[in-house]
C-alpha cells in the first residue's frame, strides 16, 4: 500500500465525508457509499482505459475464488479450454478448471525450464473447440512475466493479480482479466474482474449468485453487503496513480527499478537470476546468492536494515524482492546498497 493512500485512510478513519462515521459503518446501500463504489469503477475505466463493452466486477475471494469462477460462468461440464502453465499459479487454475468438470488441454508448458521462461509470442495456439486460453501474465513465485499479450484466436482469460496497474494495457485483447487486489489494489480477499459483456450470462447451473457474472453486473457488484473497506482502498489507490500520471507513469518507474536490481544482480558474481531476460518480471524479482547456506543470514540481516518478506516462496527458496507499485524507487536502491554490502562481507 501507497503510504499516502494509508495516511488518507488513516486521516479519514473515524470521519468519513463527514459522516462521523467509518466507512465501513456505513451503510452499503446509502448514497455516499454507491458513489464511493461507482466512483472506484470510473476511475478504474479511466485509468486502464476499459470500454463500455465490459463489465467490471468486484467480488469477494480472491484470485482463487476466480479459479473456479471463471469456468462456472464461461463453460459447462465436459467443454474444452487451453491454458499456458508458466508456474504455480498457472498449475492451480488448471487444477481447479479440470475440478469443474473440463478438458483442460495446456497448450505451452514452461515446466521443463524450471518455470524460468515464457513461450514466445506465436509459439502456441489455442486447442481446436476451446471457449478459451487461460494465462498468467506474470507468475508470483517464479518472477517470469510475459512481455506481450498472446494472440490466441479465442477469448483470452488472464490472471493479472500480480501485474494489473504496473503498466498500461490494452484490454480490448482479453476476454476476461482478473485480478486478487492484495498486490497491487488494496487489501487481500477482493478480486477485480473485467469480462467482456458478450461473455456474461451464460453461468452454468448450479454457480453461486455472489460468483455470477451477469448477477453481480446486474446488481453492480451489490448482490449482498460487498467488501466496503476494500472498494474505498480501491478508490483511493486508483487516485493515487491518475495524481502519478497513471500506467504509463507508473511502467516508466516499474521498468526502472526493475532494470536496476535485475543489472546490479548480473554484474554482482555474489547474486544470479535465473529467468530469460525477455521474460524477467517488473514486480517479482528472484535472485539466488552464490553460497545458499547464507540464506537465513541474508534474510535476517536484510529485515535488520528495514528490508522486509525477501524470503522467496517456500516452495522454490532463494531470494525474492516483491516491488509492486508501492515500493518507490529509493527502496530499491536501499536494497541493491544492502546487497552490494552483504556481497562484500560474505562474497
Ligand atoms: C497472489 C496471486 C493469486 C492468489 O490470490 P488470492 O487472492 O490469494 O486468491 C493468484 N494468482 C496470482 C498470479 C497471484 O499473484
Same mark, same amino acid.
Given at each position: 500500500?501507497?503510504?499516502?493512500?494509508?495516511?488518507?485512510?488513516?486521516?479519514? +478513519? /473515524?470521519?468519513?465525508?463527514?459522516? =462521523?462515521?467509518?466507512?465501513?459503518?456505513?451503510?452499503?446501500?446509502?448514497?455516499?457509499?454507491?458513489?464511493?463504489?461507482?466512483? *472506484?469503477?470510473?476511475?478504474?475505466?479511466?485509468?486502464?482505459?476499459?470500454?463500455?463493452?465490459?463489465?467490471?466486477?468486484? !467480488?469477494?475471494?480472491?484470485? /482463487?475464488?476466480?479459479?473456479?469462477?471463471?469456468?462456472?460462468?464461461?463453460?459447462?461440464?465436459?467443454?474444452?479450454?487451453?491454458?499456458?502453465?508458466?508456474?504455480?499459479?498457472?498449475?492451480?487454475?488448471?487444477?481447479?478448471?479440470?475440478? +469443474?468438470?473440463?478438458?483442460?488441454?495446456?497448450? *505451452?508448458?514452461?515446466?521443463?525450464?524450471?518455470?524460468?521462461?515464457?513461450?514466445?509470442?506465436?509459439?502456441?495456439?489455442?486447442?481446436? =473447440?476451446?471457449?478459451?486460453?487461460?494465462?498468467?501474465?506474470?507468475?508470483? !513465485?517464479?518472477?517470469?512475466?510475459?512481455?506481450?499479450?498472446?494472440?490466441?484466436?479465442?477469448?483470452?482469460?488472464?490472471?493479472?493479480?500480480?501485474?494489473?496497474?504496473?503498466?498500461?494495457?490494452?484490454?480490448?485483447?482479453? =476476454?476476461?482479466?482478473?485480478?486478487?487486489?492484495?498486490?497491487?489494489?488494496?487489501?487481500?480477499?477482493?478480486?477485480?474482474?473485467?469480462?467482456?459483456?458478450?461473455?456474461?450470462?451464460?453461468?452454468?447451473?448450479?454457480?453461486?449468485?455472489?460468483?455470477?457474472?451477469?448477477?453481480?453486473?446486474?446488481?453492480?457488484?451489490?448482490?449482498?453487503?460487498?467488501?466496503?473497506?476494500?472498494?474505498?482502498?480501491?478508490?483511493?489507490? +486508483?487516485?493515487?496513480?491518475?495524481?502519478?500520471?497513471?500506467?504509463?507513469?507508473?511502467? /516508466?518507474?516499474?521498468?526502472?527499478?526493475?532494470?536496476? +536490481?535485475?543489472?546490479?544482480?548480473?554484474?554482482?558474481?555474489?547474486?544470479?537470476?535465473?529467468?530469460?531476460?525477455?521474460?524477467?518480471?517488473?514486480?517479482?524479482? /528472484?535472485?539466488?546468492? *552464490?553460497?545458499?547456506?547464507?540464506?537465513?543470514?541474508?534474510?535476517?540481516?536484510?529485515?535488520? *536494515?528495514?528490508?522486509?518478506?525477501?524470503?522467496?516462496?517456500?516452495?522454490?527458496?532463494?531470494?525474492?524482492?516483491?516491488?509492486?507499485?508501492?515500493?518507490?524507487?529509493?527502496?530499491?536502491?536501499?536494497? !541493491?546498497?544492502?546487497?552490494?554490502?552483504?556481497?562484500?562481507?560474505?562474497?
Amino acid at each position: 500500500m501507497p503510504i499516502e493512500v494509508l495516511e488518507r485512510a488513516q486521516s479519514e +478513519l /473515524t470521519d468519513w465525508r463527514g459522516s =462521523g462515521m467509518s466507512v465501513m459503518e456505513v451503510s452499503h446501500r446509502g448514497k455516499d457509499f454507491v458513489a464511493c463504489a461507482a466512483d *472506484a469503477e470510473t476511475r478504474l475505466r479511466r485509468v486502464m482505459g476499459i470500454s463500455d463493452d465490459y463489465a467490471v466486477l468486484f !467480488i469477494q475471494g480472491g484470485a /482463487t475464488g476466480q479459479f473456479a469462477a471463471v469456468p462456472m460462468n464461461l463453460t459447462l461440464p465436459g467443454d474444452r479450454i487451453s491454458l499456458v502453465n508458466t508456474g504455480q499459479w498457472s498449475t492451480k487454475a488448471k487444477k481447479e478448471a479440470a475440478a +469443474l468438470g473440463l478438458d483442460v488441454q495446456v497448450v *505451452a508448458d514452461e515446466a521443463a525450464s524450471r518455470y524460468t521462461t515464457t513461450p514466445g509470442p506465436g509459439s502456441f495456439a489455442a486447442a481446436e =473447440g476451446s471457449q478459451y486460453l487461460h494465462y498468467t501474465p506474470n507468475e508470483t !513465485i517464479g518472477g517470469v512475466e510475459f512481455g506481450y499479450v498472446p494472440d490466441v484466436g479465442v477469448p483470452l482469460v488472464a490472471d493479472a493479480s500480480s501485474t494489473i496497474l504496473s503498466r498500461p494495457i490494452d484490454v480490448d485483447r482479453f =476476454g476476461l482479466i482478473y485480478a486478487g487486489t492484495q498486490k497491487n489494489m488494496g487489501p487481500a480477499g477482493m478480486a477485480v474482474v473485467i469480462v467482456r459483456r458478450d461473455l456474461i450470462g451464460r453461468a452454468r447451473p448450479g454457480t453461486p449468485s455472489i460468483f455470477d457474472y451477469a448477477k453481480m453486473a446486474d446488481s453492480d457488484s451489490m448482490l449482498n453487503t460487498p467488501p466496503t473497506f476494500s472498494i474505498y482502498l480501491l478508490g483511493l489507490i +486508483l487516485d493515487w496513480v491518475e495524481n502519478l500520471g497513471g500506467l504509463e507513469a507508473m511502467g /516508466t518507474v516499474n521498468k526502472d527499478k526493475s532494470d536496476a +536490481l535485475y543489472q546490479f544482480i548480473d554484474r554482482s558474481p555474489f547474486y544470479s537470476n535465473p529467468v530469460a531476460p525477455t521474460a524477467r518480471s517488473w514486480m517479482n524479482v /528472484t535472485f539466488l546468492l *552464490a553460497r545458499p547456506e547464507l540464506d537465513k543470514q541474508f534474510v535476517t540481516e536484510a529485515a535488520d *536494515a528495514g528490508l522486509a518478506n525477501l524470503a522467496g516462496h517456500r516452495s522454490v527458496g532463494g531470494m525474492r524482492a516483491s516491488i509492486y507499485n508501492a515500493m518507490p524507487i529509493e527502496g530499491v536502491l536501499t536494497l !541493491i546498497d544492502f546487497m552490494d554490502d552483504f556481497a562484500a562481507r560474505h562474497g
